[in-house]
């Protein structure tokens, strides 16, 4: 690079900068190596000015200056030297550009990561923690802590906070099984409920938190309790009482064809019906049969321990002569006969573990049939058994 010594004259400056001046590139890239005083000395049509420090020729001076890159020569006018001001970067991003150091203009367009708002960490709050809050500690929470928790009063319902504000998440007065009314956010972010409508127990309406009203049972039962079989009943508070149900077999002759796990024996077979029902609104029925013949069903159970089988049962026969009998393991337990006005239930106790086979017979003597001449069975439970 060819090297030459010059002065420069400006007509504003009212004086002369002397140096050593090289000519880099015809771009009009200048590299300057002189000791001046910073004065504006009009407009520089060049991309980089670097001032490097050096002995001054006349006076033999070794102060020095700080090496600085800077680009010049946009038209925008003056600036604050370092003002940064925001700019459009590709992708909808936002960059900056910095006013150069000698308040002329602002340098290009920096899209390196730049958010405009002069803290360096690209969220744009200004806080300089990168999380876009607002409050400098970084956790994104906006309560300036730092421990990333949830903050009641920022108007958001988060963490362990029922409410925030107007923020219920979702929640109202009916979703909390009240009626009707307003729900209420308190200043704890917890519920105030004493403006929501409770639900009025005995107005034989199930509403809100109830779970029955006196025989109206809703869709609960033993089985939505968790148990085999069973009834409930409903408390003072119109809720379910499980207290009856138990695990084990159940029966109740409600699905569309006979149970599969019983066997059929005699004259007739046994059917299902809605002629009558124990509960619900089917129950098993005796086969037709005729004078001096039997028609019986069976199922066969397993014990885990002792306990016990139950039924519902009616007969509308010829009394004292046409029966129901029930039989367990080969023995008969019980008989009944007669027009029975309603249904009745009838326990039996199993005292061993194991299987144990159970039958319910319906047998006529050799003449004279009465009433609807058949008996039923109903709603058989059986604790700690299983097919």
Known sequence: MERF??????????????????????RGTVTMKTRITPL??????????????????????????ESV?????????????????????????????????????????????????????GDGDGDG??????DGDGDGDGDGDGDGDAFCGNGIQEGEEDCDGVDFGGEDCMSLDFVDGILVCKSDCTFE???????????????????????????????????????????????VDASTCAFGYGQDFEAATYPSEFTLNGDGLWSLTTLEAGTGLQSARAGTIGASQ??????????????????????????????????????EQASWSGEMAAWSTYTYQVA???????????????SVDSNMDTAFVDTIEATNASL
């Open 40 to 65: 504006i000395v009009g407009t520089l049509t060049v991309t980089a000015l670097s001032l490097a420090a050096c002995a001054d020729k006349d006076t033999g001076s070794d102060d020095t200056s």
């Open 129 to 134: 923690d990168g999380d876009g809050d607002g």
């Open 193 to 239: 409920t004493l403006l929501c409508v409770p639900a009025t127990c005995g107005d034989g309406v199930i509403e809100g938190a109830e779970q029955c009203e006196g025989a109206d049972f809703g869709v609960e039962s033993c089985q939505t309790q968790g148990f085999d079989f069973g009834s409930l009943t409903c408390d003072a508070f119109c809720m």
């Open 5 to 26: 010594e010059t002065s420069l004259e400006p007509d504003n400056l009212g004086g002369t900068r002397r140096g050593d001046i090289g000519l880099a590139e015809a």
């Open 69 to 121: 890159g800077i680009t010049v020569g946009n038209d925008s006018g003056g600036c604050e030297p370092g003002e940064v001001l925001a700019c459009a970067c590709p992708g909808g991003l936002e960059g900056v550009q910095e006013c150069d150091m000698l308040g002329q203009g602002y340098g290009e367009c920096d899209c390196s990561g730049g958010d405009g708002d002069g803290d360096g960490d």
């Open 352 to 366: 061993a573990p194991g299987v144990h086979t159970f039958e319910w017979r319906y047998t006529k003597d050799g």
């Open 294 to 331: 039997t028609t019986g069903t069976t199922v066969t159970l397993i014990y885990s321990d002792v306990g016990q089988l139950s039924f519902r049962y009616r007969t509308s026969s010829e009394s004292s002569f046409d029966y129901l009998r029930f039989y367990a393991d080969g023995g």
